[in-house]
Structure formats: structure tokens, C-alpha cells
């Protein structure tokens, strides 16, 4: 007889007030597991593939100087049939009637009523007998499947995913980071497949003609969350005692390039930390991956899975520079795990960042060590500082340590995982390691992995290192220092003056908000560094801080004994912060970057003047005209850094401009892109860098959507004329420019898309032909009873108006000139409503939202629920409209101006030009 406790929960939780306001998450700590020996047995009846079975005994120490009278620990979602309890030496202290444990559904703890009470300081073992179910949503342990492309059957696999609180879907357990424990396991399963784990396969062994038990090593001592397993038909490239990576059998041969990264990364690693890998506690590492799982990749000490995307490198789809570069970061930073996560783990979830942060980090500098060709050290500063200063300037923010009570629940869990965590505290450690020096840092590190190996930590263990290790004569409150950026939430602005003639200049600062009405916190103060060079030094690499600002000082004054022409702080952007600079400093930091070789100013800095100013402009600091003004040195840039945070923040206001001012837009755009478009060209070559291929892939992305430089012309001839394929991360945009440049050329890509049969590049040529100006045709045709499905024909739609935005109108107008036509082909006004939401974004002039307006007030009758979605379409463009007004206007007047336009329009230049002809002929009258 069995008794779920998950049936069970629902009786007993309203007689144990079972709610979440009042429950207790945590564990008591009263019982410390030590040691599991776990079985799961898999497809033990074809009748119930899904249904596992486990049989978990849980070694544990009553701690502290009270006795136990009950043992908490979780569970979820598992029909436990038998529960017993052992003492140290076996026998059996009680076999406990499982109509007595308790459930408790919002804390998912299973309560274990003793009728003997355990004694302190004695060892006892806990067992369960359990079932449980392979589940479908990526959680805990779970199935996946793909079509062999040699017979075209459906294979199954089942892995696990036990991050973040997970292993209670899996086994009775204390799923609490903190618990280490080792695991022994074993796994039952059938003839056919394979079983994979933590640890070594010690032995295989037959309980019937078609069933194996495979039993594995001991474990280091880890955390519940480390736990990892998967059952599969897979092969091996490499040594399954050592190091491996394991695929299904088809992907053998492309899986080279990922073994070759981690044959690379592993010993990096040991000799950066001094320690090598198998004396962490676990000799063998296996990399695996699945057709499906949640993440890019997740650490589980010894088996890491990875989705099939980072380790496969497929000849013509997936090897290219960028995923090779994709593979590169994900290898390295799960990799980077078994020193930060597995070996010295975070003690709970409000210091996730202790994980995370430096797996970010290591994610860049340590591939950019070993594939240098990629410059990660430079792209760090646009794609993760810049990256998250938007979140970090909201009041949605959060720090990076949250105090232990706030994190409780499973939402508040799953809320430290977040942009905070990895992006922001890799920005952070960066700060740390150039402010420090990286032997100073490094030997800090070093020192607190060996100090807290196979233990759990708080941020304070980690300082306590980093101020062993700090250069003693830096005047820096360190204890301020560390809690100002992991504690507070936010980072400063520097607003630098220049005086008496640019012999002195004033630093102050500020916490930077995107809206200072948001609710968020405007006074707060950090301890910040000070690094600068000036005209007269030009020195950009010293990242020793001159001085630290700290937050009762308010104003750092720096005198010269001549005159600076200009300054430049927070060199490389190495620091956390912003820099606003007055206009004298402005103008002087715009000539000097207009100058041969941008006066020496790295890329790194580059982009740092590129993205401060686009957000100073967005919160009014200056005029987006000023930012366009300055920007006019990219004529002469073909650096793909700075041109990465130009694209980032130009999409802001190209949204923004409206039909009539996209020519002048146009005419700048062509000309700020001279130098890199004659660079790269719309073609390829073999001889192009990484860097080439990214650079080339945003450029023509925007020429081609604005039609500036003739670019779509040139696309065409280039694809027409060659004889080659573009590379696999250049296709979407080469294809997408050719669909918007010629029928034939649509045709041809349309042809593609019918022919191929590979998913992904069937999804990249769909959205490419939806690049055509020919939108009549290409909805009518393509998009309306197609077989494509909603969510494929909801993107078809959106590609023509987001990659012809002076066509955006007339294809609202062609929608809604009948919408029960899309409707019905949807078959659901929700999914239709969100077709006009999604396109009103792009909506731009008084006219359109007039448009939209008497569409509405004629047609929400129609959409039922959805039309809350309708009604926040029309306060999303009047918000955007407000917003052009308020911030667009003197750039508007500035493209006009410099292009000779300011005359407005056709419409005003005709209107000239016949008051122009009527005086003519009255003065020839009057002659």
C-alpha cells in the first residue's frame, strides 16, 4: 500500500496553516546529512515510461546539545512508499509509518515524526522507498528527444537539471546549499542505453537479461544542486575516465572543436588557481549535451551539460566564428565552476553572486587568454558593463548580496538569478582585479580556494582575502569599498568641470538613474576610484587608481601645472561608473577623438564616451543633436567595439523618427559609416577576423534596414554573383538584405526556405524573406493560410515593418483594412492583438496614432480580453511620441541642417517655390 505525499499535503496543510506568509523555509539545522546512497531505476514498465524509482539512505548527524523529535528535510512531487531509520551501527532504530510524515506544499518539506527521539551527536541513516515522474518542463529529472538522422527514428534520453532547488523533485533530500554531502549512486536502466554521472563508472552489473544496475564512484562532498545523471544511447570523443565529451553517436565528428576548447581550459585553469582539477576531490570531467535543456550549459561537478548548440560544431551551420566564440565563453565559464560553485560554494542563495561572478569573468578573460583572436577583454565592456548599467540605473535593480531573511521562497530564490549576479558582479571583479593588480588578486584567489575547498562561504570570507592581498599604500576604506558595490544597489556618476583655465578640474558624484521618479534611491554614495590621463600624459593602461573618492568627500580636486586640452577618467572602462564631462571637456574629448589614431583613446574607452553620452541624452544631461555631433568622428572608425555601443543605443531614437525625417537619418547614417563600410564591404573573404564578421554583421544590418550607402543593391549583386554561401552567422542578415532588394533575389531565398529541412536555418530563411518591401504580396501570399504556425507567421509580420520602418503605415493600414482575415487565420483575436501591440511599438507620427485610435474605437469590440492589450497599445505611443518631442527636436533640426534640408519637405520646398513663382510674375507686372 502506498500513500503520496503530495495527495496527502492537501488534508494535512490546512490543519498546519501551511500558508506562505507564515511558513519557514529554511531548515532547522538540527540534522546535517553526510553521505547518500541513492538508486534511481528507469523504464522499470514500458506500460508507465514516465515513472521512476528511487531508494535513497541519507547518513545524518544529530548537531547541536538538544535531541530530535522529528527530522525535516525536503521533498516534492514523490509518492514515498516506505521510510525508516537506522543508528550508526545498521540496525534499525524505527520503520516509520508513512501515514505519518507531514507535507508541507508551500515550504515543499516533508516532516519525519520520530517515536524515539534522536541523540546528539550521534550518527543515524534515514532511508526512503519512492517513486517519482520524468517530468517534461526541464526540471529536476527529466526527458528530452531527437530524430536520428540515419533511420529517422525518435530517440529519449532523461537528465537531470537539479539547479536551483531541484534535487526535492528527484530524491528526499536537505536541498540547501550549504548541506554537502557525497553521493553514491547507482542507476538501473535497460539494455540499449547508457548511464552517466557525477563520478566514474566503477561497475556495471546484470539483474536480469534485459535490466543493468551501473554504479558509480563516490563523489566529492558538494551540494544538492551538483547532483547530475543522464540515461542515453551516447557515444564518447575522448577518455569517460578522464576527460570526455559525450554526444549522440551522429554528432561524433563534430564535437573536435569543443574537446579541443576544454583540453585547453582545464589546465588554464589549474595553473591559474595552482591546483590541479583531480585534486579537488573528483578525477574525471565529462562534458554532455542535450537536445534540450534550460541553460547554455550547468556545472555539475564531473558531468557539466551543456545544450547541443555550445558543444556541436556542425560543417556549414554552427561553425562559424560566432558560435565558435559562444562555445569558447560557455566552456570556459561552466568549466570555471569546478573551482567557484562546486569545489567552494556559496552557503546560501543571497550570495549567488560568489558563483557566478567570477564564472562571467573567467567566461571573458580566460577565453580571451586562450583565443586572444576574439579580443573578449575588449568586448567585456559593451556586452556585459554596458549591458547591465541599464538594469542597475532602475529602481527593479537589486545588490548583489541580499540579506539571508529576504530570501526565503522559491520566487526569492530564482530572483538572485539574475544580470546582477553574473554581469554586474563580473564588473566588479574586474574592478577588483585591475585595481589590486592581477598578482595580487590571483594570489588572493588562490588563497581562498584553497582555504574554503569542499566547504560554503560568504562574501566576507572572500574580502577577508582580497584585503590580505590589497597594495597597502592605496588610502581606500576597503570594508566601504566591498559592501558600497555588492550591498547598494546602483553605481556613480562622475561629473568632472574644468576651471581656472583647464588647470584644475572637479570631480563629484552622483548615483546615475535613468528616472530619478521611478521610487529609486538618488542619494546613495560609493567608494570610487579615481584613474585618469590627459592630454599631457596620455597614458591608458595605468589602472592604479590616482586617488578614491570617498562618499564624505564631495568634491576631488586635480590641478595641473599647465593647461589640459582635455581628460579622460575611468580609463579602459575598468571601473564601475559612469563619467559625465561639462562641455569645455566635451568638445575637447571630441576633438581629440576626431584626431589621427583618436588621439591613442582605446576602444574600450571609445565606446565608454559612445554609450555615456547616448544615456546622458536620455535623461536630458544634453541634447541627442550633441551626441550626433560627436559622433561624427565614427567616419573614421572601424573598430567594432565602439560601432558595437553605437548600434546598442542607436535603436533608442531611430525608433523614434518619423517617415519624413528617415532621409536625413539616412544621409548621416551613410556618412558616419564611410570609413568601416569601404573596410568590410557587403562580401566575405577567408582572411576576415572574428571581429571583421561581427563588425560586418551589424553594419549591414543597418544600412540595409535604413537604406543608406546603396546597400541593398550591393547585397543583391553579391548575391547574385557568388558562388559561396555566406558564413552561418552572417546568413540572416545577407539574406534578409537580399529579400528586401529584389523579387528575384526573394524568390531565390523563398526557394531556400522551401527546400531545406534543417529547423533552424528553415526559422533564419523564414524571417529573412520577410525582410521584403513587397509586403502586400508576402502577407497575402506567404503569411495568410500558410502552414507556418502562429508564433512563425507573428514574426513574418513583424520582420517587414522592423526591416522597413518607412513602411510601417501602409502595412498597419493593409492589416487592419480587414483584420478577421488575420484573425481567422490565427484563429484567436489574443494572438492578433498582440500583432497590433507589437507593431504599434514602431508607430511614430500623429497620423498613425490617429490610425490606430479609429482602429480601435471601431474594433475592440472584437478582441474580448485582448483589448486591454489594444488599450495599452495606444498609451505606449502616445508615451512614445511625448518622448520624441520632449528629446528629438534639435537632433531633428541638426541632421536637417547638416544636410542642407532644413527647409523641411517637399511639401514646404514646393510651397516656396510658388510663392516664389507668384512674386516673379507680379514684379514682372509691375515691370
Not at 525536503?74 to 516506505?82: C, G, K, M, Q, V
Not at 517534461?136 to 532523461?158: C, E, H, I, P, Q
Request: hydrophobic share 40%; proline share 4%.
Amino acid at each position: 500500500m502506498s500513500s503520496s505525499i503530495f495527495r496527502a499535503s492537501w488534508l494535512l496543510c490546512p490543519l498546519l496553516l501551511c500558508v506562505a506568509n507564515a511558513a519557514d523555509y529554511r531548515l532547522d539545522g538540527s540534522v546535517v546529512p553526510t553521505h547518500y546512497n541513492l538508486t534511481i531505476g528507469v523504464l522499470r514498465n514500458s506500460a508507465e515510461p514516465t515513472i521512476f524509482d528511487g531508494e535513497v539512505s541519507i547518513t545524518l548527524r544529530v548537531v547541536g546539545a538538544l535531541e530530535v523529535q522529528q527530522i525535516i528535510l525536503h521533498a516534492d512531487t514523490l509518492d514515498i512508499t516506505e521510510c525508516w531509520l537506522l543508528d550508526a551501527a545498521g540496525a534499525r532504530v524505527e520503520a516509520i509509518d508513512i501515514s505519518r510524515l507531514i507535507y508541507e506544499a508551500a515550504t515543499q518539506q516533508v516532516r519525519v515524526p520520530l517515536t524515539q527521539a534522536a541523540q546528539p551527536g550521534q550518527d543515524y541513516t534515514l532511508g526512503f522507498k519512492y517513486t517519482g515522474h520524468i517530468r517534461t518542463d526541464m526540471a529536476g529529472f527529466f526527458s528530452a528527444s531527437y530524430v536520428a538522422r540515419d533511420t529517422n527514428a525518435t530517440k529519449w534520453l532523461a537528465l537531470t537539471q537539479m539547479q536551483r532547488i531541484n534535487a526535492r523533485l528527484v530524491l528526499p533530500c536537505f536541498d540547501e546549499p550549504a548541506m554537502k554531502a557525497q553521493f553514491q549512486l547507482q542507476v538501473v536502466r535497460p539494455d540499449g542505453y547508457q548511464s552517466i554521472a557525477n563520478t566514474r563508472l566503477k561497475e556495471t552489473t546484470a539483474i536480469s537479461q534485459d535490466r543493468f544496475v551501473d554504479r558509480f564512484e563516490e563523489t566529492p562532498v558538494m551540494s544538492t544542486y551538483l547532483l547530475a545523471f543522464m540515461v542515453a544511447d551516447y557515444s564518447a570523443r575522448g577518455n569517460e575516465s578522464e576527460f570526455a565529451v559525450l554526444t549522440r553517436p551522429e554528432f561524433y565528428n563534430n564535437t573536435e572543436f569543443s574537446y579541443h576548447v576544454g583540453q585547453q581550459v582545464v589546465p588554464a585553469y589549474e595553473e591559474l588557481f595552482q591546483s590541479p582539477y583531480a585534486e579537488l576531490g573528483n578525477d574525471v570531467l565529462q562534458y554532455a549535451s542535450s537536445p534540450r535543456f534550460p541553460h547554455n550549459g550547468m556545472e555539475n561537478w564531473g558531468l557539466i551539460i551543456y545544450s547541443d548548440e555550445v558543444l556541436v560544431q556542425e560543417p556549414g551551420y554552427s561553425d562559424d566564428w560566432s558560435h565558435k566564440e559562444h562555445a569558447i565563453r560557455i566552456i570556459a565559464h561552466e568549466t570555471s565552476h569546478m573551482w567557484f560553485g562546486d569545489s567552494v560554494t556559496f552557503s546560501w542563495w543571497s550570495y549567488f553572486w560568489l558563483n557566478e561572478a567570477f564564472a562571467r569573468y573567467y567566461e571573458y578573460f580566460m577565453a580571451h587568454q586562450l583565443y586572444p583572436e576574439y579580443h573578449l577583454d575588449e568586448q567585456f565592456v559593451v556586452r556585459q558593463m554596458q549591458l547591465i548599467f541599464g538594469a542597475d540605473a532602475r529602481n527593479s535593480s537589486q545588490p548583489m548580496t541580499s540579506p539571508e531573511s529576504e530570501i526565503q521562497t522559491p520566487s526569492q530564490i530564482a530572483y538572485k538569478f539574475s544580470g546582477i549576479a553574473y554581469a554586474k558582479g563580473a564588473c566588479i571583479v574586474r574592478m577588483w582585479r585591475n585595481l589590486m593588480g592581477a598578482q595580487n588578486f590571483d594570489t588572493a584567489i588562490r588563497s581562498y580556494l584553497q582555504q574554503y575547498h569542499l566547504t560554503t562561504t560568504v562574501p566576507n570570507n572572500l574580502f577577508y582575502h582580497l584585503f590580505d592581498h590589497w597594495p597597502k599604500n592605496h588610502d581606500v576604506d576597503l570594508v566601504d569599498f566591498f559592501s558600497d558595490y555588492t550591498e547598494q544597489v546602483g553605481y556613480p556618476v562622475l561629473t568632472v568641470k574644468a576651471l581656472q583655465g583647464n588647470k584644475v578640474v572637479t570631480v563629484e558624484q552622483s548615483r546615475f538613474l535613468l528616472n530619478k521618479d521611478d521610487g529609486s534611491n538618488a542619494t546613495l554614495k560609493y567608494t570610487v576610484p579615481i584613474t585618469f590621463t590627459t592630454n599631457l600624459e596620455r597614458n591608458f593602461y595605468n589602472l592604479t587608481p590616482y586617488k578614491y573618492l570617498h562618499k564624505p568627500v564631495n568634491v576631488l580636486w586635480l590641478s595641473f601645472d599647465s593647461q589640459i586640452d582635455w581628460i579622460l577618467l575611468n580609463l579602459r572602462q575598468s571601473n564601475y561608473q559612469r563619467v559625465f564631462y561639462d562641455a569645455t571637456l566635451r568638445e575637447g574629448l571630441r576633438l581629440a577623438i576626431s584626431a589621427s589614431n583618436y588621439s591613442g583613446i582605446p576602444v574600450e574607452n571609445r565606446a565608454q564616451l559612445i554609450d555615456d553620452l547616448f544615456n546622458f541624452a536620455q535623461v536630458q544631461y544634453v541634447d541627442y543633436a550633441e551626441v550626433f555631433k560627436f559622433l561624427e568622428y565614427l567616419a573614421k572608425e572601424v573598430a567594432y567595439v565602439p560601432w558595437y555601443a553605437v548600434y546598442e543605443n542607436l535603436n533608442t531614437v531611430a525608433k523614434r523618427l518619423t517617415p519624413e525625417q528617415l532621409p536625413d537619418f539616412r544621409i548621416y547614417l551613410s556618412d558616419i559609416t564611410a570609413a568601416v563600410f569601404e573596410a568590410l564591404g557587403v562580401g566575405w573573404n577567408a582572411q576576415d577576423t572574428p571581429l571583421d564578421v561581427a563588425n560586418r554583421n551589424k553594419l549591414i544590418q543597418w544600412l540595409c534596414r535604413y537604406q543608406a550607402s546603396n546597400c541593398r543593391p550591393k547585397v543583391n549583386v553579391q548575391f547574385v554573383t557568388s558562388h559561396e554561401v555566406p558564413s552561418p552567422d552572417y546568413r540572416a542578415t545577407f539574406y534578409c538584405a537580399a529579400s528586401g532588394a529584389d523579387s528575384n533575389a526573394y524568390n531565390m531565398v523563398w526557394a531556400q526556405y522551401y527546400l531545406e529541412n534543417r529547423a533552424s536555418e528553415k526559422n533564419m530563411l523564414w524571417a529573412a524573406i520577410g525582410c521584403t518591401r513587397d509586403y502586400r504580396n508576402h502577407y497575402h501570399k506567404m503569411i495568410i493560410s500558410s502552414p507556418e504556425s502562429i508564433e512563425q507567421k507573428k514574426i513574418g509580420i513583424a520582420r517587414m515593418y522592423e526591416e522597413n520602418p518607412d513602411l510601417v503605415q501602409p502595412i498597419f493600414e493593409m492589416i487592419t483594412e480587414n483584420i478577421v482575415i488575420l484573425a481567422d487565420d490565427f484563429q484567436s483575436w489574443s494572438h492578433t492583438a498582440e500583432v497590433i501591440h507589437d507593431m504599434a511599438e514602431y508607430f511614430t507620427t500623429r497620423q498613425q496614432q490617429q490610425l490606430l485610435k479609429e482602429f480601435y474605437d471601431s474594433n475592440h469590440q472584437l478582441f474580448g480580453k485582448s483589448e486591454a492589450l489594444l488599450a495599452e497599445s495606444l498609451v505606449t505611443v502616445e508615451n512614445n511620441l511625448n518622448w520624441a518631442d520632449s528629446h528629438l527636436k534639435g537632433l531633428v533640426k541638426y541632421l536637417a541642417d547638416r544636410n542642407g534640408s532644413s527647409c523641411l519637405g517637399a511639401a514646404s520646398l514646393a510651397l516656396v517655390l510658388l510663392l516664389a513663382v507668384g512674386s516673379l510674375g507680379s514684379g514682372l507686372a509691375w515691370l
